[in-house]
Structures are given as structure tokens and as C-alpha cells.
């Protein structure tokens, strides 16, 4: 069976795999290779691996008991009488194999147990924009975060531990303050993951759009993607100024590009840019940016793709430009527009 990735691994042992990585990965410690693995990296303190390091040790006292019960069992099996239609070493012997397999559960289950109820809890911030809501957070290194609508992201409080570690939802501008020591790490679908120092670049990850993009403004990112779908074995990208990782959901197909600075990075200073674009994607795009609900009258095929850019405008002087465009008529009631 072939070796899980370490990324795969890791999210294993820290308890945020999918199922099936899950699976994927009890599969392969059941081999030969998984079992040297345990025994190399799980219960050895001076392997130095952070994400595994004291997390399955056993203490000492504890596995003491169980290995003394085991050799007052061996004792009992050499001592044991014979009996017809009974073997009362046999029986001993039984209790010998039960001790035998506890013994690594143990080494796995106490200890967790005991992580638990000792370890402080780590508080989580969570920041939200719902549709027609964009935000900027500082946060504690410096680092700044433009935060689009109808998206999300998660941190630990004070951004603390070894790696600045951000969880997105949806799309978000990053500017990055450099620290050599502690990577900037931006966590998407628990499967793709865009590392930095010192760096600016967008994101855009919303759970309804096909692609993932990830565009480099300035600096240096790697792109990680171990997304079950990507059809490319080169899961590792890095990213120059001017450049993008997209990335496809559906079909596992991943490229690199060069990208429109205004309709990719526009977003964050007020500006819609559109060019060529078809209704189907700004029709979600207007929804976001303006908070209301688009309730389409017509086929969406039948609206034909608008070229244009708008800053701080208006909605409805947004939509009665492309209604002359496009050929369409709408109306406005409230948050529901209606296309027809």
C-alpha cells in the first residue's frame, strides 16, 4: 500500500481528517511500514515531530503495572498445573494475549485521555461578513486582513502557537507581516494549505464556486493541495508576483496563470470589474457585494456576458447599466431584485 502523505498523516493524529483520509491512513498503519512508523515517530519523546511529539506517550508508572501484570502472567502459564478437559494455562496464557493487545490501546487511549483534561483549552476567534459586508482586522503580529462579503475566517486567540494559523471561508486579501519564525499559514477545506512569511496575495474560496484561486501580489507563497480530487501528482506550487494557482473542485484540475490585477485584487478598493463575464457569475457576485437576494425571470443563458467596471456605485446604477448592455429588465423591492 502506498505511504500516506505526512500532510495526511498529521491532520490524522491532530483529529481533522475526512473520513476517508482517516481511513486511508488506519489502512496503512496496519502495514508494516505504518508499524515501524509508530514505533520510530508516536512513542519516542526526542523525535522532535511537533504535531505527534507527547500527544501518544505513556507514562512510565502507568505501563509498569501492565507490564508486571504481564510477567506475573508469563510466571503463572510456567507454574500451572495439567487437568483433563481444563487447562488452566491455557486460560492464563488467554489473559497473557488480552494484556498484550491493552498494553498499545493504552499507550494510545489513556494518555489521550489525560492530554485532555490537562491541557488548557485553546480559545478560537471567528470573524463573519454576511452578503454586502466587507471588514478589516488587524491581528496581533501586524499582519492585516481585508475580509470580502459572505465570508469567514478562524484563529486561535492572540494567534498564537508555531505557526500563525488562519482558517478561510470565502475570499480574503492577506498582508503579511514578516516573521522568519513562525510561518503565515492559510488553511482552506482542510486540504489545501498557501504558506508565507512576508507577503500580500487574495484568496478566493467560496463553497459554491468551482475554482479556488490564489494570486500572489507581492512576495513569495507555496501552495500545498492535497484536495482528494486534484488529478496532478505536483501537489507543491510556488507563486511569483503576478501569478495564480487555481485550482477546480469538480474536475481535480489545477494551473497556473497569470491574472487581471482589477478584476482579481479590485474588490478590496470598492471597484466591480467585469470583462466578458458571464451572468451566472455576476449574478452571485452581486448578490455578495450588495446583499440582496437575485431572482431570475429569465435564463441566465439568454442574458448575454458584460465588459465593465464600476467603483462605489450604487446597485441600481449598476443594473441599469447592464440592463442596456445585456438587454434585460429589473426591478428593485427591498433586498430582492428581479430580473426579467
Known amino acids: 500500500m502506498k505511504r500516506p502523505s505526512d500532510y495526511i498523516i498529521e491532520k490524522y493524529f491532530n483529529d481533522y481528517a475526512s473520513k476517508e483520509d482517516a481511513e486511508i491512513v488506519m489502512e496503512w498503519l496496519?502495514?508494516?511500514?505504518?508499524?515501524?512508523?509508530?514505533?520510530?515517530?508516536?512513542?519516542?519523546?526526542?523525535?522532535?515531530?511537533?504535531?505527534?511529539?507527547?500527544k501518544f506517550l505513556f507514562t512510565d508508572a502507568a505501563l509498569q503495572k501492565l507490564e508486571s501484570k504481564i510477567d506475573a502472567q508469563k510466571e503463572k502459564i510456567s507454574l500451572a498445573p495439567k487437568r483433563k478437559g481444563f487447562s488452566l494455562a491455557w486460560?492464563?496464557?488467554?489473559?497473557?494475549?488480552?494484556?498484550?493487545?491493552?498494553?498499545?490501546?493504552?499507550?494510545?487511549?489513556?494518555?489521550?485521555?489525560?492530554?485532555?483534561e490537562v491541557a488548557p483549552a485553546i480559545k478560537m476567534e471567528f470573524r463573519k461578513n454576511p452578503q454586502g459586508q466587507k471588514s478589516l482586522l488587524s491581528l496581533p503580529d501586524g499582519s492585516r486582513i481585508k475580509l470580502n462579503a459572505e465570508s469567514s475566517i478562524e484563529f486561535a486567540e492572540g494567534l498564537q502557537g508555531k505557526t500563525r494559523l488562519i482558517k478561510l471561508r470565502g475570499e480574503a486579501f492577506f498582508e503579511v507581516a514578516e516573521d522568519s519564525t513562525r510561518p503565515f499559514v492559510v488553511q482552506l477545506y482542510d486540504s489545501i494549505r498557501v504558506m508565507?512569511?512576508?507577503?500580500?496575495?487574495?484568496?478566493?474560496?467560496?463553497?459554491d464556486d468551482d475554482n479556488i484561486e490564489v494570486a500572489l501580489a507581492t512576495?513569495?507563497?507555496?501552495?500545498?493541495?492535497?484536495y482528494k480530487n486534484l488529478l496532478d501528482d505536483n501537489n507543491e506550487q510556488i507563486l511569483s508576483p503576478g501569478e495564480a494557482?487555481?485550482?477546480?473542485?469538480?474536475?481535480?484540475?489545477?494551473?497556473?496563470?497569470?491574472?487581471?490585477?482589477?478584476?482579481?485584487?479590485?474588490?478590496?478598493?470598492?471597484?466591480?470589474?467585469?470583462?466578458?463575464?458571464?451572468?451566472?457569475e455576476i449574478h452571485r457576485t452581486l448578490e455578495r457585494w450588495y446583499g440582496v437576494?437575485?431572482?431570475?425571470?429569465?435564463?441566465?443563458?439568454?442574458?448575454?456576458?458584460?465588459?465593465?467596471?464600476?467603483?462605489d456605485e450604487t446597485l441600481k446604477n449598476v443594473l441599469e447599466n447592464m440592463s442596456v448592455a445585456c438587454k434585460f429588465k429589473y426591478g428593485i423591492k427591498g433586498k430582492k431584485v428581479i430580473i426579467f
Do not use: C, M
Open 196 to 207: 508565507a512569511l512576508g507577503t500580500s496575495f487574495n484568496i478566493s474560496a467560496y463553497n
Open 219 to 226: 512576495g513569495k507563497v507555496q501552495v500545498q493541495n492535497y
Open 293 to 311: 437576494d437575485i431572482q431570475l425571470n429569465k435564463s441566465e443563458n439568454r442574458i448575454a456576458s458584460f465588459t465593465g467596471e464600476f467603483k
Open 30 to 54: 496496519n502495514t508494516k511500514e505504518g508499524s515501524e512508523y509508530l514505533d520510530e515517530h508516536l512513542f519516542n519523546e526526542d523525535d522532535g515531530i511537533s504535531s505527534h511529539k507527547g
Open 91 to 116: 486460560y492464563i496464557a488467554a489473559s497473557l494475549v488480552i494484556l498484550l493487545i491493552i498494553v498499545p490501546v493504552l499507550k494510545f487511549t489513556l494518555q489521550e485521555k489525560q492530554l485532555v
Open 245 to 280: 494557482y487555481q485550482f477546480n473542485k469538480k474536475n481535480g484540475e489545477a494551473k497556473n496563470r497569470k491574472f487581471d490585477l482589477r478584476k482579481t485584487l479590485g474588490w478590496k478598493d470598492g471597484i466591480l470589474y467585469f470583462n466578458d463575464t458571464p451572468f451566472k
